[in-house]
């Protein structure tokens, strides 16, 4: 059975149960404040098991891309060490949202393991939770009844809290689970092992393992650690697509399925190593097979590597992959980029996103790799440097061993390799130290206290915002106390709000709410989360029970909205002058300014920055006015022609944005017609990542303050001319006339340094059998060098020592002849020693090296060891 006809028996066998077949959800989560990257096939039904949202259907299936890199057994750097843990992932999955419970997920689990994919029952273990006193919890007698129907008692495994029972997070809808585990091992390795399945079941046996985890949403989490029953009971299951290939193809290794099979062959046939030819090529094999498809589904999903955030975690592994490649494979050049159409031959028809974003995909990778491997490059050369302050006692401090780790991506076992290569060791606890500094920082940073929802009223939240910017009448539904940072946060949440919460790009609302008794509230700012518009405000209303009048900052609002609207005028317009490959690739939208993130191949010339600008603005004076339709179907909005980004994650109903022949799928806030945003103009053009350039724009009051500085500067330049007519031309006039003046002058600093290289070796003296220039005058500390340079390469047996004040501070220099350096002298250490004189420090090559300083009064103890240096 194929991986292909694996996947799609799943989604047949629940479809065939009454289930809804839905798409994944983008890997990359983009409007939730508490998820980076989806990492469970429940992520996208999330605000339904929080009650923020009403079941569109009552049963769900899918085939869920996810990504994992913390968290019980997914330590990144575990990853293709064992042959079954990925960061990359397919969840299978079936959902109930208050409709069957455990014994239907029980009976059909075990009806399509055993009957659809013909499992031998006989090798299937279940474990049930056995209940926690800590929570006050007992034995899942519904769930071990369900089972012993099923399998005999033995194979019927209680689990403790840790391994059976599920939360979301800290606070929220948790339950207990039943996990499927299996028994791979033959009947030899059985025999010789001598110990029973039961007794491998979650303890990290690699041929005892987990296939398939049901959830039992039973319990809501209190802040205060207390459970309280969900008054609707869901079930959330996921099975390993990958364990799940391996196991039904009879291989021991995900790796050995035809999961990854084609693109092992593929690393095999780059590299010219095998598959399976040590320890240390087959780790690399799986690191690579795996982290390409993490990397290539992050920026088909719209997610760049780059320095924080999301984007940090996919440098990371891509670092991580290449950096396997070009230690245990050989290689030197970009690789990962070429295995790209191998896995869109592999996974490119579930996925058509892969297929639509090659191009840019192997872009990105390929510039990524090639800027990682000259890091690489610099890390090798700082370990040289490590190990050569370091040779007293072989032993690489753990300190430096965790800059080669955070600033140049070189794992701990790396650095251990190269230093054992060379007789030395790395002072491991140093760098745990170091590491557990590091966490500690993330930890604090990103701590989040989130106090218990007060409930006041009961309703889904309605957004008016896109009408009116002013709603009366509206209640509290809800409010609660967050910390953040030691920060205090008070959330509200209203049945009706005109407030926008930040969202796709665009900055939330802000404003002000007025209670019945007069009481006024400033609203610092709106978000979303959960499908919940969370207003934040300064403080908690005296009276939370009676009704509020909500006012948005209409005037920022509007400035926001023009930003907006002009977005969609600037994807326009620059898919009419580039080509229609560009596509928005992200955006930040606010009342003073907006970026544009598009992919394109290359730098925009003046003249298509010109011709943008100009175009944009004959769509604004157009005065389009904004027609739209909020309740089209996906069907709908594609004949209207709108256009539907990969990465974005839209719902049945969508809204579609129209100005003119402009048409987008759009949640944000835009401006009645495109004339008022009054007036356009590009700040700035630049690349953000390989094949993806962005756009800085301002609108309206900000675009004609930016016109009136550039004139305003204008004329400051002009007059620095006497006001001519032609200011280009006399600019051009002056940079003629000082490009003569300036090739003059390193004309005459090159008879100067040519003249004192003459009068230096003119006045060497011979000490203790060799040639020694002294100089203590003030001199130009450039001039000095170029001359020393000069004589450098002409002299014997001449070394150059001086020590002189220039302009207030010591300056040193020594210089020895070719010959000496030769014969092992070196500057570069020599002069180290003696700038401690002055208080300071310097280098350079073994034949020339300077230093500078603080302390003048140390000039001539400088000058004394620069000598003793010079003529031992």
Not at 136 to 163: F, Y
Not at 435 to 462: I, P
Not at 760 to 777: D, K, N, P
Request: proline share 3%; hydrophobic share 40%.
């Amino acid at each position: 059975m194929t991986s292909k006809e694996i996947r799609q028996k799943f989604l047949d066998f629940f479809a065939s149960k009454g289930h809804t077949v839905v798409p994944s959800a983008p890997m990359v989560v983009k409007n939730d404040p508490t998820l980076m990257f989806t990492n469970a096939g429940m992520n996208q039904f999330k605000d339904i098991f929080l009650g923020n949202a009403a079941p569109k259907f009552k049963r769900a299936t899918d085939s869920q891309k996810c990504l994992r890199v913390s968290g019980k057994h997914n330590d990144l750097e575990e990853v293709g060490h064992d042959t079954y843990h990925h960061t990359m992932f397919e969840m299978l999955g079936n959902w109930s949202f208050g409709d069957y419970f455990k014994k239907e997920a029980i009976d059909w689990a075990w009806e399509l393991l055993t009957e659809v994919y013909g499992i031998d029952p006989s090798l299937l273990y279940a474990t049930v939770f056995e209940g926690s006193e800590e929570d006050g919890t007992s034995l899942d007698t519904e769930a071990r009844d369900a089972w012993l129907k099923h399998l005999p008692a033995d194979r019927v495994i209680l689990g403790n809290k840790h391994d059976n029972f599920w939360e979301m997070g800290d606070t929220g809808p948790c339950g207990p689970s039943s996990e499927i585990h299996i028994d791979i091992r033959t009947a030899e390795e059985k025999a010789a092992s001598g110990i029973p399945g039961r007794d491998l079941v979650n303890q990290s046996d690699p041929h005892v393992i987990e296939i398939w985890n049901l959830v039992f949403m039973q319990f809501n989490r209190k802040a205060d650690g207390h459970l309280e029953p969900l008054p609707a009971k869901n079930i959330d299951t996921g099975m390993g697509f990958e364990r799940l290939c391996a196991v039904l193809q009879g291989k021991n290794s995900n790796y050995d399925s035809d999961v990854f099979t084609g693109m092992i062959a593929r690393i095999e046939e780059l590299s010219g190593h095998k598959y399976r030819e040590s320890a240390d090529t087959d780790v690399a094999m799986r690191v690579i097979a795996d982290h390409v498809r993490t990397i290539s589904f992050s920026i088909a999903d719209g997610q760049l590597p780059s320095n924080v955030k999301a984007g940090y975690v996919i440098r990371r592994i891509l670092r991580r992959a290449v950096r396997y490649g070009y230690t245990f494979l050989g290689f030197s050049e970009p690789f990962l980029c070429r295995l790209v159409p191998q896995l869109i031959s592999d996974m490119g028809e579930a996925y058509p996103e892969l297929v639509a974003q090659q191009r840019l995909i192997e872009s990105v990778i390929r510039e990524e790799e090639m800027a990682f491997l000259k890091t690489l490059d610099r890390g090798i050369s700082l370990m040289d440097e490590y190990m050569e302050k370091s040779k007293a006692t072989k032993v690489i401090a753990g300190e430096d061993a965790f800059k080669l780790y955070d600033t140049y991506g070189f794992p701990i076992d790396l650095t251990q390799l190269i230093a054992a290569e060379h007789g030395f060791t790395v002072d491991l606890d140093g760098f745990n130290v170091e590491l557990q500094k590091q966490k500690e920082r993330a930890r604090n940073a990103t701590a989040n206290e989130f106090g218990d929802w007060t409930e006041y009223h009961a309703g889904e939240v309605e957004f008016a915002g896109y009408d009116t910017t002013t709603v009366e009448g509206a209640v509290l539904l809800k409010q609660r106390t967050v910390k953040q940072k030691n920060k205090e946060m008070l959330q509200l949440v209203f049945d009706r709000t005109p407030f926008y919460g930040e969202m796709g790009g665009e900055v939330g609302d802000t404003g002000y709410i007025v209670a019945e008794d007069g009481e006024k509230i400033a609203i610092l700012n709106t978000i979303k989360e959960n499908d919940l518009t969370i207003h934040l405000a300064e403080r908690i209303p005296a009276d939370c029970t009676g009704r509020f009048t909500l006012v948005v900052d209409a005037a920022r609002r509007q400035k926001i909205a023009n930003n907006h609207s002009c977005t969609h005028l600037l994807h326009q317009a620059l898919r009419e002058i580039l080509g229609t490959h560009v596509e928005q690739k992200g955006s930040f939208v606010c009342d003073k300014y907006f970026r544009f993130d598009f992919s394109h191949f290359e730098k925009l010339s003046d003249e298509q920055i010109a011709q943008v600008e100009r175009r944009v603005n004959a769509l604004i004076r157009a005065n389009h006015p904004l027609r739209e339709k909020r309740d089209a179907s996906m069907d709908e909005a594609r004949a209207m022609g709108a256009m539907a980004l990969f990465g974005e994650k839209y719902g049945d109903v969508v809204r579609v944005v129209k100005f003119g022949d402009s048409v987008e799928l759009c949640g944000g806030c835009h401006t009645g017609a495109t004339g008022n945003i009054g007036y356009f103009r590009i700040v700035s053009e630049a690349a953000i990542a390989a094949g993806i350039r962005r756009i800085e724009a301002v609108t309206g009051e900000e675009a004609e303050a930016l016109v009136n500085g550039m004139a305003e500067m204008l004329k400051t330049a002009r007059s620095f001319f006497n006001n001519v007519p032609d200011l280009a031309g006399a600019i051009q006039k002056m940079v003629s006339e000082n490009s003569t003046y300036k090739k003059q002058a390193e004309e005459l600093a090159r008879q100067k340094a040519a003249e004192m290289a003459r009068r230096i070796e003119e006045g060497a003296q011979e000490i203790g059998g060799r040639r020694i220039a002294v100089l203590t005058m003030s001199v130009e500390p450039a001039m000095l060098r170029a001359s020393a340079a000069q004589v450098q390469t002409q002299a014997q047996n001449l070394a150059v020592c001086a020590a002189f004040e220039y302009e207030g501070k010591p300056q040193l220099l020594l210089m020895y002849s070719q010959d000496l350096v030769a014969a092992g002298k070196n500057a570069g250490k020599d002069i180290r020693e003696a700038a401690k004189c002055i208080q300071g420090g310097g280098g350079g090559q073994p034949g020339l090296a300077s230093a500078g300083g603080k302390d003048v009064n140390g000039l001539r103890q400088a000058m004394e060891a620069l000598m003793a240096a010079a003529t031992c």
